[in-house]
């Protein structure tokens, strides 16, 4: 498996005139001198462009309406840094998106820090503000200030970005890990695991090849859309990340001392995905997704909701697939397809491939 | 996927189940060897489907339970060696030594790594040439071949940086220690359906014979376990005590002729301490004398290796069936998937990991309530 | 032990000095070594524990063992001597508590 699956053409890239003379980072692009600057003139200005950005101040400023704001900070470490379906850079993105827009927030501005190795490829870093700039445009967020540090070879592993969102709260809408209802109907916005299949698809030692792709994408559009026609029949929104959908229900159960129960057969897998699932014994319900939202909402909301989702071009597999009871509190529990119960537990550490 | 979910059908599932109920006129003990068939039926809640008189007892068939506290602490030294690339599956990262896991010497700066096949290691050790990279080679009868053809491969190519540290456990004579045991309670066995397709099935007539004790062949999706659980009961009803093959699309009675050629070639039999059980005679398999330079226990030398068991482990009276996990005290309490205190409670095949994950810490009347009220509240 | 699966083998070819195909499960394709299979084919299926195949599935085996499989309990709609048999199995000693904490009756 090459070792950048997915990643742009690096030969092709046009570089701008400076930057040429540094075809890879070194310590001086992280001090704040004449390299920094032209990585930010060349390279970070063009692909974010916006007015709060070009002010280039020590800070960013800008103007919002007055009401909640809400916040959210996530690191990105992964490896490989360009996978099939994305990027780190898009990831960035979106992962902060994704946190400020089912937290029934609109996203708006984002900071983004890099913390770079010395001797990362510069054509590398700037296929990765690109795919920054892209999800930006299409989340329809702002990368308004940014910091760039350089490591020591050794020190890092290419390239650690931190994003920090900002976005307006929505009057009336009310959402967070406690106010999930006995009652309510739970659903989830498409497949599961696809990100983390991906991943595991070019992961040194367990590569295979397959057509499954991360499903890393910005959600907050298809979330304006669900909150303008449910509103306060929206209870709970979580993107089910790392630890997958099993971890987001546990903590769901737990926050709001409800038991929650699904219905195995009703989750949407990828084909592919359960298969790669099966050659390495992993369960689907435990692997990171990117570019998906569950919702608990009211009962009588459900079927509207599920309506709203499967107009929107990454809900088209959306499904109900189980419900908050009284029972069991603080558990999640499974119907399985042989009409069996079974508790599932939050996931501990990573889930590792196994043969037994 | 074709020739797996198929054998997934939840309403065939419930027909064999049904069988099993018509036919079942006294309490039977069965026990499944592998830790895969373990899994598989907690996972689908096999047990649940079951009369209330079939009771399923869960063997000793993980041989990343069963591999022993010294070797496990021989793994962790090599792998905190500098200059090592330690290879291993999954299973085994997480199994506790007398002083922490594979984890944790990744953590403070080991080269562990987790690969799919052995084939990977042996890639590694050539593209590595000034790097010692050892392979753990764990598992039953069905693994053997996979680490076999690594130092086969390891040796035509010349490689003088591989190494294989090995902990082959073979399920006959454990089902033969079983049997043997005082207070034994199993009365018919569900054979290990992959650890047959290398071996075939010749090995249990004499067993079968021996305990006069029927023994069926089995795969590890729900129908193949609960077809497996019928023609245990059907035999058990007749008295009879033959070797039945229920897994024939895979399985038959000679096995795989180059895969036994080979491992003849390069391992040769022991005795083997089980974790939690003791020492089995001739339960395991080394490598023999034309492959020796390949094995890491020779290659790496540790000594000062003093393990330590937590007292509260009652890990291997659960392996040999004397006690469900939930009847060891420190069960849920001391002992949890998140602080495991022994290797039953590691690696999920554990029936002690199984029990816990799956929800076995409810009593009966909550895991049958938890889907009470499916039909109504689905659809309100 | 033994997580092995099916997958269908789509080429073969020598790779230095191993025979390799390429299987693919269920839309996922992995490198297989084949050398303990000499005798498979192209559009055979294969069970396959890390990496190696181990034996081949024989298909009409499985097609014998579904039908069976189908066949079963469609004969059968008395369920009359089932609550019996059901007590008779239970007089005994019910251990089917997942708990293991049930006493003996």
Redesign the interface.
């Known amino acids: 498996m090459p070792e950048n699956a997915g990643a742009p053409d690096f030969a092709n890239w046009a570089c701008p005139l400076p930057l040429k003379d540094y075809p890879a980072i070194v310590m001086g692009h992280g001090g704040g001198g004449k390299l920094g600057n032209e990585l930010v003139e060349h390279l970070f200005l063009p692909a974010f462009r916006n007015p709060e950005l070009e002010n280039l101040g020590d800070a960013a400023v800008f103007e919002v309406a007055s009401g909640k704001l809400a916040m959210s900070t996530d690191s990105f470490v992964v490896q490989p840094l360009f996978f099939p379906g994305g990027s780190i850079g898009a990831l960035a993105v979106n992962g902060t998106v994704n946190d400020l827009a089912v937290s029934g927030a609109e996203p708006k501005f984002l900071s983004a820090g890099f913390i770079l190795e010395e001797g990362f490829a510069l054509n590398q870093l700037a296929a990765i503000v690109e795919a920054m700039a892209e999800a930006a445009r299409i989340a329809g967020v702002r990368i308004v200030t940014g910091d760039t540090k350089v490591v020591e070879r050794g020190h890092g592993d290419g390239c650690y970005i931190n994003t920090t969102g900002v976005g307006q709260l929505r009057a009336g809408i009310l959402v967070g890990p406690t106010r999930a209802q006995h009652g309510d109907a739970i659903l989830v916005s498409g497949t599961m695991g696809d990100h983390g299949m991906a991943i595991m698809s070019v992961r040194e030692g367990l590569e295979f090849e397959s057509p499954i792709r991360s499903d890393c994408a910005a959600l907050n559009h298809m979330i304006a859309d669900v909150l303008a026609a449910a509103g306060d029949a929206v209870h709970v929104m979580r993107d089910p990340t790392r630890g997958g959908l099993a971890s987001t229900l546990n903590e769901i159960a737990i926050s709001s001392n409800v038991g929650v129960e699904i219905d195995e057969m009703k989750l949407p897998v990828r084909f592919e995905v359960q298969s790669a699932c099966e050659l390495l014994g992993l369960d689907p319900v435990y692997v990171a997704n990117e570019g998906k939202a569950v919702f608990f909402v009211a009962p009588s909301a459900a079927d509207r909701v599920l309506e709203i989702l499967r107009a929107h071009p990454l809900g088209r597999e959306a499904a109900r697939i189980g419900h908050v009871t009284e029972q069991h509190k603080r558990l999640l529990v499974a119907r399985t397809a042989m009409g069996s119960n079974r508790v599932i537990p939050t996931q501990i550490g990573e889930q590792l491939p196994r043969i037994c | ?4 979910t ?5 309403e ?5 189940a ?2 099993i ?2 036919i ?4 039977w003990k069965i026990m499944e060897v ?3 068939q373990t ?1 598989s039926i ?14 399923m007892i869960h063997g000793p ?4 339970c069963v591999t022993p506290l010294e070797l496990i602490d021989k793994a962790l030294a090599i792998a905190a060696q500098p200059g090592v690339i330690f ?1 291993s ?3 085994m ?2 199994v506790p030594g007398t002083q922490g896991d594979l ?1 944790q010497v990744k953590g403070r700066g080991g080269d562990v ?8 290691a042996v890639e590694l050790a050539q593209k590595n040439p000034d790097h010692q990279v050892v392979f753990f080679g764990v ?2 009868e ?2 053997a ?2 680490n076999a ?1 690594s130092v086969h ?1 390891a040796k ?2 010349g490689l003088k940086n591989f190494s294989l540290l090995v902990s082959h456990v073979l399920v006959p004579p454990a089902i033969e220690a079983i049997l043997s045991s005082p207070g034994n309670q199993v009365q018919a066995f569900l054979l ?4 047959c ?2 071996m075939g099935f010749w090995e249990y007539p004499p067993i079968a014979e021996k305990f006069r004790i029927p023994l069926v062949v089995t795969g ?1 999706e ?2 193949d376990l609960l ?1 497996g659980i019928r023609r245990a009961v059907v035999q058990l009803e007749a008295g009879t005590y033959a070797v039945d093959n229920a897994y ?4 038959n009675f000679e096995g ?1 002729h ?2 036994q050629k ?1 491992l003849g070639e390069v391992f040769e039999v022991t005795d083997r301490a089980w974790r939690g059980i003791g020492v089995i005679p001739k339960s395991g398999w080394r490598l023999n004398d034309s492959y020796r330079a390949f094995d890491a226990e020779d290659r790496f030398q540790i000594t000062g290796i003093h393990t330590e068991e937590s007292p509260l482990c009652r890990s291997g009276d659960v392996l040999r069936g004397a ?5 060891c005290p420190a069960f849920g309490k001391e002992c949890t ?2 602080h495991p205190l022994g290797a039953t409670m590691v ?3 554990g029936a002690c990991a199984a ?10 009347n ?9 039909t109504e ?2 659809h ?1 | 032990m033994c997580l092995a699966i099916p997958g269908k083998v789509e080429e073969i070819s020598v790779e230095n000095d191993l025979r390799i195909g390429r299987v693919n499960f269920g839309g996922v394709v992995k490198r297989v070594c084949l050398d303990y299979v000499p005798e498979i084919q192209v559009g055979d299926y294969a069970i396959v524990h890390v990496g190696f195949a181990i034996s081949q599935v024989d298909e009409e085996s499985a097609r014998k063992t579904l039908e069976v499989f189908r066949q079963m309990g469609m004969l059968d709609e008395e369920l009359a001597d089932e609550a019996e048999q059901f007590a008779r199995a239970a007089a005994v000693r019910p251990s089917h508590c997942p708990d293991g904490s049930c006493e003996p009756q």
């Open positions: 996927m074709k020739y797996l198929e054998f997934r059908n939840g065939i599932a419930q027909r064999i049904h069988e109920a018509q079942a006129t006294r309490p592998c830790g895969g899994h907690i996972k689908n809640g096999i047990d649940q489907m079951l009369p209330p008189g079939i009771e068939g993980c041989p990343v290879c599956f999954g299973d990262l997480r984890f790594r987790i690969v799919y096949s052995p084939l990977d598992g039953f069905t693994t071949p996979a053809m491969l035509r190519r290990a359906g992959h650890v397709s290398v590890f729900p129908l077809e024939a699309r895979v399985v795989n180059p895969a080979l006690i469900k996990p939930a009847g998937p998140r690696s999920s095949e029990y816990f994950n799956y929800g076995r810490f409810l009593s009966a909550e895991l049958a309530e938890a889907g009470s009220a499916w509240a689905a309100a």
